[in-house]
C-alpha cells in the first residue's frame, strides 16, 4: 500500500511532542522520544539533557501483549496514547499521563474472529491532533472487517468514554466492494474531522471525509480533504 499524501498518515518510530518550557531558563523546547521494541519513553530538552526516561506500564492482565509502532502524545507534551497487542490481535487502548504516571483510561478490544481484518485509527495515524487542543479529550476508532466504531474520551473525567458513533448508524458511500474504515485526523471543538481509509483493493481511492459533532452525534460529509487519494497496490 503506498500512501499519495504521505505527511497525512505517517509510520513513526520516534513520537515528539515540541513544548515550550516557561520555567527553565535554558530550554527552548523539550521532546518525548518513543521506542518501539520495549515501550520506551525518553523526555530530552534543547542542551541534549535526558529528563524523565521509563517504560510504558502494561495494565493487569497485558502483560504479554505487545508495544505498537506508533503513540501519540497531546500537543502540552503531558499524555500519550498507546495500544497493545496479544498474538491472536486482541488488543487494550491505554491513555497515560506522562506527568503524573497515572493510566488516565483502558478500553479492551477483543479478538477478531478468524480471517477477519481487524485494527486501530493509531495504526494509521499518531499525532497530536487526536487529542483536543488542551489534552482533555481523544478520538480513536476500531474496526473488525466492515464493522467499526468511533469513539471520543473525556480524559479529565476519569478517562469516561462519552460518545461512539458505530457503522451500523450511518449511510456512507458505496466504496465498488471496497472495505473502509474512519480514522479521527484532528479536533475543532466538539467536532472531530475522520476520513475513511480502504483497506483492500486496488487502484486510486479518494478519502472521504466527514466531520462528527460528537456533543450531538451528527456525521456530515464534507470536503475538508478536497481531492485527497491514495493507491492501494
Same mark, same amino acid.
Given at each position: 500500500m503506498r500512501f499519495r499524501f504521505p505527511l497525512l498518515f505517517i509510520t513513526i518510530v520516534l513520537c515528539l511532542s515540541w513544548i515550550p518550557i516557561s520555567h527553565a531558563q535554558d530550554d527552548i523546547w523539550r521532546g518525548w522520544l518513543y521506542e518501539e521494541t520495549e515501550g520506551r519513553m525518553t523526555l530530552i530538552n534543547s542542551e541534549q539533557a535526558v529528563l524523565d526516561n521509563f517504560?510504558? *506500564?502494561? *495494565?493487569?492482565? +497485558?502483560? /504479554?501483549?505487545?508495544y505498537p509502532y506508533n503513540v501519540a502524545v497531546s500537543r502540552n507534551g503531558e499524555r500519550v496514547a498507546y495500544v497493545l497487542t496479544s498474538l491472536d490481535e486482541a488488543r487494550v487502548l491505554?491513555?497515560?499521563h506522562l506527568m503524573n504516571k497515572n493510566i488516565m483510561t483502558q478500553y479492551d478490544l477483543s479478538a477478531p474472529s478468524e480471517g477477519t481484518y481487524s485494527g486501530v485509527s493509531l495504526s494509521f495515524i499518531a499525532q497530536p491532533e487526536v487529542f483536543s487542543a488542551d489534552g482533555r479529550f481523544f478520538a480513536f476508532s476500531y474496526f473488525y472487517g466492515e464493522n467499526w466504531a468511533l469513539l471520543v +474520551?473525556?480524559?479529565?473525567?476519569?478517562?469516561?468514554?462519552?460518545?461512539?458513533?458505530?457503522?451500523?448508524?450511518?449511510?456512507? *458511500? /458505496?466504496?465498488?466492494?471496497v472495505t473502509i474504515a474512519p480514522v479521527p485526523v484532528f479536533f475543532d471543538l466538539n467536532t472531530v474531522h475522520v476520513v475513511f481509509a480502504p483497506l483492500g483493493g486496488d487502484g486510486y481511492y479518494t478519502l472521504d471525509s466527514f466531520e462528527w459533532d460528537y456533543l450531538f452525534n451528527t456525521f456530515t460529509q464534507t470536503n475538508i480533504f478536497r481531492g485527497l487519494t491514495y493507491d492501494i497496490e
Open positions: 517504560i510504558l *506500564p502494561k *495494565p493487569a492482565g +497485558f502483560e /504479554t501483549y505487545n491505554v491513555v497515560y +474520551f473525556d480524559l479529565d473525567n476519569n478517562g469516561a468514554l462519552i460518545q461512539s458513533l458505530t457503522s451500523n448508524a450511518v449511510n456512507l *458511500p /458505496t466504496y465498488q466492494g
